[in-house]
């Protein structure tokens, strides 16, 4: 969006504004259907009628919108109409999985769609514009909002922001933005330190460039609306205050010229901070470094008079940031009609209920193509024609908790259970349930209950994990396992004797002890999926759906192995289980449990014929990659194929793989096809000591394969030659 040019209709208003009402139309308040951060002393419905407020957040549904836009367009001074946001991450009213679930279907399309329906019921509900996408890199599962990232891969959330920021965007009927998309956290959030939430991130300018910047910048290029800076400091300098990176780097390098929306009181917390000493000089420096609208803080309104006085802002740049809301406004249509999207016909069947049949076939799809099969000892699955299967645990028949954090307007009742899924899927076979255990704690561990339901099962269905409320904003864990408890149920089901099937339900790769693993016959990483999780995961174990998900997301072994990632980089002494004076642990393994990428299918693929369309390349040139990918096993499936690169002799040392491309091939049993990636040249090149591209002459490989595990990697080589 371009914001900032001139507009008959702004400018006039500008002019007719006293210095409160444009304070009022950068400051964002939250009413409270949903607490999304420390509720403020405000009643932000009884200040909209003197423009105290340009926008709100966490106000949904077409009643109370309505009532607010009212109050704001027929009985404030200037009629300025109000635009309200909410935190639309993972579907509104049909709940898609959660996004570390969601990225692991590697499919643009889907990840696009599930946005573009999210954003439709969205609309039909008031909301102008969703926090989302989050684009955070994140490699430490004990950050709570590893949840609501695309894993731990740049360009994997690039390519997820991109196509996020398509579908919340794309058209509606009368050609305007359905759901203004706002990407964040701008930057570098995931690298907190220890995954502790809110905490510094103290990280190299190579990191920012190569890890943590990149998937702004695709947001930026795919024309999001709107920009949310971090809450963190990023090597000493906040976020929300951050000139260099804000205003210099977003707004005039990248020409970045659509809404930056602070945090929810993120303004203030300047002072925490320890770089303001009062809320005239927090709000100076947000102002300053670019920020339009103050979410919460009451920065800007009660600030801004005193940081105008003291001459540390101009009426200029406060000028600026209402000009930008008010275009936003303007080009949302909501000067022309105020109550637009409400009054859509396509609006109306979104909110309808029950959820229409087309909503719900989406979120099942997208839950099938985000469960990971993790194992499957002997060809288990799928079940075949079981007469008993014995479900335990208390993610089973959990409506809410499978839903996940960030769950919008989302509805337990309007969720279907792994327990009723199961019923419905296995009509023929008799599924008992038991709880079992809690979700932490043992007080109402129940064996014996669980005993009773798995006795004579052909095979216990054990959902264990986290609740909703065990991952998301605020809540880190130092240690991300599945809570004592629920591995007592565990512990009582491998005894039984039955084969166990695990499925994971959490938000983040959940430790398992090594027994679990070992013992259970199949695993699956269901995650959050949302409301179809039910079904989904009953499809895939009766077979009628053959899973395709894979990790998005590197999964350790034990908490000491975070932060992990499949990108890092050679030391001087690689890891050698056989070298006592090799990088790794004493007490751990190395490796990760699974490695990002990884997923199994019921059929079977094989590549040959990894090849080149030459093999020394120029910086401009570029080269296609190819590999003949066969489905060999039993059935049809899809099949994803990773392009992965590796520079192993530069000026400084760069990562031992890094992903370039992927691509996804649906099967049939038997079939073979081509899979071909473009690669330019000039996307090869790392930065130099001076922070300028650069690429050297001599060889450069190329992996291509399943995953990031090398076990599952061809190699091809090129050679770089630059005349
Ligand atoms: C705080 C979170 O950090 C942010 O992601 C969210 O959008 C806001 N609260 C509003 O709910």
Same mark, same amino acid.
């Given at each position: 969006m371009k914001l900032s040019g001139k507009s008959a209709r702004s400018d006039a208003l500008i002019g007719r504004m006293n210095l409160s009402e444009k304070l009022g139309q950068i400051s964002m308040l939250a009413d409270g259907l949903v607490e999304t951060g420390p509720p403020g002393p405000h009643n932000p419905f009884n200040m909209i009628v003197d423009g105290r407020v340009g926008s709100l957040l966490n106000v949904w549904g077409a009643h109370l919108v309505r009532e607010a836009q009212r109050k704001a367009v027929e009985?404030?001074?200037?009629g300025v109409p109000l635009f309200f946001g909410l935190d639309v991450v993972h579907g509104h009213k049909s709940i898609h999985p959660v996004p570390i679930g969601e990225a692991g279907s590697f499919d643009r399309q889907l990840w696009e769609a599930t946005a573009r329906d999210s954003a439709i019921e969205a609309m039909a509900d008031g909301?102008?514009?969703?926090?989302?996408?989050?684009?955070d890199v994140a490699r430490d599962p004990r950050w709570g909002r590893i949840v609501e990232t695309a894993g731990e891969d740049p360009l994997v959330n690039a390519e997820f922001g991109r196509a996020r920021v398509r579908g919340y965007q794309a058209p509606d009927a009368q050609g305007l933005m359905r759901l203004a998309a706002c990407a964040k956290h701008f930057c570098a959030y995931g690298a907190v330190l220890s995954g502790r939430d809110y905490a510094e991130a103290d990280i190299s300018w190579r990191a920012l460039e190569e890890i943590y910047l990149p998937p702004f910048r695709a947001c930026v290029d795919e024309g999001v609306a709107a920009i949310m800076p971090a809450f963190v400091d990023v090597a000493g300098v906040a976020m929300t205050a951050h000139k260099r990176l804000?205003?210099?780097?977003?707004?005039?390098?990248?020409?970045?010229?659509?809404l930056i929306v602070s945090d929810y009181n993120a303004i203030a917390e300047l002072i925490n901070h320890g770089v303001a000493a009062d809320l005239a000089e927090a709000a100076a420096l947000a102002l300053n470094a670019g920020v339009d609208i103050d979410m919460m803080s009451d920065a800007y309104f009660n600030g801004l008079p005193i940081a105008l006085a003291r001459g540390l802002v101009s009426m200029d740049d406060v000028d600026m940031a209402v000009r930008r809301v008010l275009n936003f406004k303007e080009q949302l249509g909501l000067f022309d009609d105020p109550y637009r999207n409400m009054a859509h016909k396509t609006a109306k069947s979104a909110t309808s209920k029950p959820l229409a049949p087309e909503r719900r076939a989406l979120s099942r799809q997208a839950a099938q193509s985000s469960i990971v099969l993790l194992k499957n000892a002997d060809g288990f699955l799928p079940l075949k024609a079981p007469r008993m299967l014995a479900v335990l645990g208390p993610l089973a028949d959990s409506p809410n908790d499978q839903? %996940?954090?960030? &769950?919008?307007?989302?509805?337990?009742?309007?969720a279907v259970t792994f327990v009723a899924g199961l019923r419905e899927t296995f009509a023929q076979t008799d599924v008992r349930y038991a709880k079992g255990a809690p979700f932490e704690g043992r007080d109402e561990v129940d064996l014996e209950a669980a005993r009773k339901t798995l006795a %004579?099962?052909? &095979?216990i269905i054990l959902c264990i994990g986290e609740s909703r409320l065990m991952s998301g904003e605020a809540v880190s864990r130092t240690r991300p396992e599945v809570p004592e408890g629920q591995l007592e149920l565990a512990r009582t089901a491998l005894e039984s004797g039955a084969p166990v099937i695990l499925a994971i339900n959490s938000g983040r790769p959940l430790i398992l002890p090594d027994w679990l693993v070992e013992g259970a016959q199949a695993i699956l990483a269901a995650w959050h999926a949302g409301t179809e999780a039910g079904p989904a995961l009953a499809q895939i174990l009766s077979g009628a759906c053959n899973p395709s998900a894979r990790l998005a997301i590197t999964w350790p072994r034990v908490t000491g192995q975070a932060p992990i990632f499949y990108g890092i980089r050679p030391t001087g002494r690689p890891h050698d289980p056989q070298n006592g004076w090799s990088t790794g642990f004493s007490d751990a393994p190395f490796d990760p449990r699974w490695s990002f990428g990884q997923g199994l299918s019921y059929t079977r693929f094989t590549r040959a014929n990894l090849r080149v369309d030459r093999d020394t390349l120029g910086l401009d040139d570029l080269v296609s990659v190819s590999v003949d990918v066969t489905n060999a096993g039993v059935c049809d499936g899809v099949e994803t194929v990773f392009l992965f690169s590796r520079d192993p002799v530069a000026q400084v040392t760069r990562p031992m793989l890094e992903l370039h491309d992927f691509t996804k091939v649906a099967l049939r049993q038997g079939e073979t096809r081509t899979v071909v990636f473009v690669v330019k040249a000039r996307d090869l090149c790392y930065l130099d000591e001076d922070r300028k591209p650069r690429l050297d002459d001599g060889a450069m490989q190329f992996h291509i394969g399943a995953s990031a595990r090398p076990a599952d990697l061809d190699r091809i080589d090129v050679t770089i030659a630059q005349g």
């Open positions: 009985e404030s001074r200037l909301v102008h514009m969703t926090f989302a996408p989050m684009i804000l205003r210099d780097m977003l707004r005039a390098r990248w020409r970045f010229d659509g839903l %996940g954090p960030w &769950a919008s307007a989302g509805a337990g009742e309007d %004579g099962a052909d &095979a």
